[in-house]
């Protein structure tokens, strides 16, 4: 993947590609999850640290039998043992339900699909009874091999004696010098041991991810999945190939959603919400009616209903913004709070700000909030109207049904009812005499 970071903490529709295998062994109900990480993935159990897993350290990289022989003394005795891999994210449950099964009845079970094109993979290769004999790696095929349509995907489940046994009898004789998981195929079968297999429920269970192209690929199988789900849920989506869900989304009745829209953590949209195209929002929830027009950020936000905001609008942390508000263009509002009916409509900053209904806010005006240590507070109450370019410098109260002039910059408190206006004097002067002294 040419990163620092270890594979199985690369991303699929916003989660670790480990955190869905995770999920389907918890899906299918399996008493224990034991983990097997290298000795450069110390970031693995860390990112992971809330889960119920036993972590095993593989301190040397020495292949799939090797990692596996790790994780067995781990396992509880007399039961069967289901081996998955970290970077095959998109595996069912309902297949290794079935896989685990087959193996319950004292037998190795081996998950295998049918693909048009099986270059790379493992060959099925069986006895004219149809019985599996051996899997033959892509490398080692010779012609007629490789015409053979069903490959080995990975996934296999057993006894937990009989893979003990296999495991301890991995040898590494060859070009690798690594333990190959796949050699106990061949034991089973010497062993007299049947070996079954069954089939994915899906193609895309059958990919794995070892570069990028890869992973972009699974995200588009991902998003296209996550897609469907809100369009038979109800939500409107203008075209699932430009949307990306990176986390989980709960919507309403009605709900339409444009082209590239990225939605990251966790949203909920209440009825009727319309998303135009080009915006990013994450972890926000966003009321009855609201509407977000293009191009705008949010991320943080409770967006109550019969709002509209933007085009061209960050919405930061911590803001909470009213019934019925307008948010326009050019506008950045951080960790405040805007009452019912209020106007922001372009070209203005509010940051760690409590504004009040039916405020104007004028365009150009902005809070300083910051003094280059500290972070302070605007309040500003009900019915007030500020002017264009004005600054407000925190800590600052503004009353009720006040007024404040265009150009102002207001460092005192104004009381309801009060206008105020703080601008320097106008002189004007000939044309011509301003003119010879900028010359």
Known sequence: MHSDKPKSLQQIGGKPMLHYIVDCARNVGFDRIHVVYGANGQEIPKTFAQEDINWVLQAEALGTGHAALQAIPHVIPNSVVCILYGDNPLIDPKTISRLTELAKGNRLALLTTELKDPTGYGRIKRNDDGKLQKIVEHKDTNENERKIMEVNVGPLAAPTSLLKGWLTRLDNHNNQREYYL????????????????GKT????????????????QLERIVQLNKAKDLMHSGVQIADPARFDLRGECRAGKDCQIDVNVVLEGTVN????????????????????????LPNCVIEGAKIEEGCTIGPYARIRP???????????????????????????????????????????????SITCNYDGQ???RTRIGNDVFIGSNVSLVAPLEIGNKTVIGAGSTITKDVESGQAAVERSNTRVVPANRLISRIK
Do not use: P
């Open 318 to 364: 911590g803001t909470k913004i009213g019934k019925n508000c307008r948010v326009g263009n050019f506008v950045e509002i951080k960790n405040s709070e805007i009452g019912e009916g209020s106007k922001v409509n372009h070209l203005a900053y509010i940051g760690d700000s409590e504004i009040g209904k039916n405020v104007n806010f004028g365009a150009g």
């Open 269 to 292: 949209l209440e009825n009727n919400v319309v998303i135009e195209a080009n915006n990013v929002i994450r972890n926000s929830n966003l009321g009855d009616g609201v509407t977000i």
């Open 182 to 197: 796949t050699d106990i195929i061949d034991f089973a079968v010497s062993d007299g041991i049947e070996v079954s297999t």
């Open 201 to 216: 429920l899906h193609r895309c269970e059958s990919l794995g991810i070892n570069n990028r192209f890869d992973q972009a």
């Open 374 to 376: 500290n972070k302070h």
